[in-house]
Structure formats: C-alpha cells, structure tokens
C-alpha cells in the first residue's frame, strides 16, 4: 500500500471517517487528564506561585503553532511536487488552527510575562518571531481568499508557506541563534536537566499528547469540509455549463 493512495479524495474520506472518532476520544480523554491534573493537583511553584500553571496552555499551544506551520510546509511541497489536491487542502485547513494556537501562546505568555518580567510584552527573540509567525498566518490565510482559482492559490500559498517556515524555525530555536532574551529555556528537552520537576512534567506531557490530537482532529474535520467544498463546487459548474 502507497501512502500516495490517502492524496485519493476518496480514500481520504474512507480513511479519515474511520480515524476521526478515535483520535476525538483519545483528545477528549487526554485534555481532560492533563488538564484536571496539571491545574488542580499540582503545587504552586516556589517564585512563581499559581502562574507556573499556565505552561498546560502556553507551552502545547506554542508546540503546535510551530508544527502546524511546518506540517503546513511538508503539504505544500508534495502540492508543488506531486500536485495532490488534499495536500493542500490539509495546508489550507490547518493554518486557522495554527493562527488560533499562535494566539493563545502569545496570550498566555503576557499573562505569565507581566508578573514575571513586569510588563505584558518585550522585544524578545522568541516572542517577536512569534508574532511574526502569527502574521504569517493571517497572510496565509488572506492569499487563499484573496486568489479565487483554488490551483493558483494553492501554488502562491505555498511560496509563502515556504519563506514563513524560516520565522517557524526561529520561533522554536530563537534562543539558541541569539542566547538572550527574557524567554527561559524549553520546558521538555531531550536533556532531562533542562525538564521541568516531574509533579509538573507528566501532566504536561499528557496536555500535550492532548493537544496533538485535537490539532489532528481538527486538521481531519476541516480537510473533510474542505473537499466537500470542492465537490460542491465542481457540481455548480457542472450545473452551470450543462
């Protein structure tokens, strides 16, 4: 079996109606886990009191604002390369996803920023290059309704997809380019001194898990809307020309 046969509208369809129920309990069972857990059976942490909690938001959005772009990335190429109608419609489902995600991470960060660092926003690496991360995303989105051909607005979407993925990479990696900045490190890293306590980093690791289906949840139900769209439409022009 090709992993090319799910670009199929069809086999998308088949697939996607089968996997979507798990993947929605699986995201309902995990958010409620990570969530009641990392909220209200964790302490307060010492210097930081009931705000550390706010990582059960800002630190899965962030993750997913990130990959959402660089998922939206890995789709436009095969749509450039292979020329797959779901691809980029899978892109073009994800970006408000990933817009939303961006929000709240820049959200939740000034909440954490103004009692922490005493102010709701600073010219840090990480964050700037996440608010122009979350200007990508709006262009994305305006390039797609602005073009009204579907194939030539898959292609310039692309393009942008392409030039935005290099703030998508600064975005996770600002502190590493630049070493400064009022950002503290990751909370999850490969290097286990870098993690967060364990009476915080298990329920963490569970939101997440958490947030990653509901973002691969989402991208299914949206893709679903958007190829029903297109039939649709090619039933109106059918319509139209007969």
Known sequence: ????????????????????????????????????WGFFFTPNAQNFEASV?????????????????????????IWLIRRHHVSALAA???????????????VTGAIWGQPMWGTWWAWDPRLTS??????????????????????????????LCIVGSVFAVLSRYALVFWNQGLHQGASLSLDREENVSNVYYWPLVITIAGFVGLFIALVLLRTRTEVRARRIKALLARERMA
């Open 1 to 36: 079996m090709s992993l090319w046969e799910y670009a199929n509208p069809r086999k998308f369809m088949g697939t996607s109606a089968f996997v979507l129920p798990w993947v929605t309990a699986f995201t309902a069972v995990a958010l409620a886990v990570g969530l009641v």
């Open 53 to 77: 909690k706010i990582i059960y938001l800002h630190v899965p959005a962030a993750m997913i604002a990130i990959n959402c772009w660089l998922m939206m990335l890995v789709a436009s190429l």
């Open 92 to 106: 073009k489902a994800a970006a408000p996803i990933g817009a939303t995600m961006t929000v709240v991470t820049l």
């Open 130 to 159: 996440f608010l122009i991360l979350f200007l990508f995303y709006l262009g994305y989105m305006a390039l797609w309704a602005a073009v009204e051909n579907p194939d030539t607005a898959a292609e310039l979407t692309s393009v």
